[in-house]
């Protein structure tokens, strides 16, 4: 079975661009999460979906930044237009409870 | 302000060995707890986990511990291996909540051949 999985892996970006990310959640889990770990710090939870449904969008930082989720099936963020202080690494969790448990690896933004 | 903390950044511990690593908290609303170990440049996977209606769960060489009145968890791995060496989370949640996760800020654990 497939996991999280998150696109690109990396991406460098210059001030005021427009950046998407990806992530595929593993089938049939309803539940997808963002996260965001900025310079080493504590991983910080941005956004929760139920299906296409956004159930919380709390941790968002900003209207720079837009999730969707078409169909309930992969979600994809947005970020515009970015800002240095939006490095970092961008991380993407599914489960079918409601207890996030299964990570992608990550997508590593760094914004010049 | 930070609800979950780590207070030790590090810890290098011999092979074989006993690794202790902890975790306070502050809310009370938590009632759901989990490890995540992370290697470089791979997401976070979740090793353990606790409910608050026990203090202790246990799955092979890991065993977490809760301690509800002094708000504190604890993970211990015996015996530690090499491959253990990794960052580790602790997470807390609120299962009543939307089931979002508040990450501590990690610690780097070295088992040292």
């Known amino acids: 079975e497939a996991g999280v999985t998150q696109f690109p892996s990396h991406s460098v970006i210059e001030k005021g661009q427009t950046v998407t990310l990806r992530c595929d959640p593993i089938s049939g889990h309803d539940n997808l999460y963002w996260y965001r770990r900025v310079m080493g710090k504590e991983i910080k939870f941005l956004l929760h979906?139920?299906?296409?449904?956004?159930?919380?969008e709390s941790g968002m930082p900003n209207n720079r930044f837009l999730a969707e989720r078409t169909g309930g099936t992969y979600s994809t963020l947005k970020v515009q237009p970015a800002e240095l202080e939006d490095s970092g690494v961008y991380f993407c969790?599914?489960?079918?409870?409601?207890?996030?448990?299964?990570f992608g690896q990550g997508t590593r933004l760094t914004v010049v | 302000d930070q609800q979950v903390k780590q207070n030790s950044p590090s810890l290098s511990v011999q092979e074989g060995r006993i690794s202790i690593l902890n975790c306070d908290y502050t809310n009370s609303m938590f009632d759901y707890f989990l490890w995540y170990k992370k290697y470089p440049a791979e997401g976070p996977t979740f090793l353990i986990s606790i409910s608050s209606i026990k203090d202790k769960n246990e799955d092979g060489r890991f065993t977490v511990f809760l301690n509800k009145s002094a708000k504190h968890l604890s993970l211990h791995i015996v015996p530690s291996q090499p491959g253990d060496s990794a960052v580790y989370f602790c997470a807390a949640s609120e299962t009543s909540n939307t089931g979002k996760l508040i990450f501590g800020q990690g610690t780097t654990l070295q088992v040292k051949p």
């Open positions: 979906f139920v299906k296409e449904s956004k159930q919380d």
């Open positions: 969790a599914s489960s079918q409870d409601r207890v996030a448990a299964f």
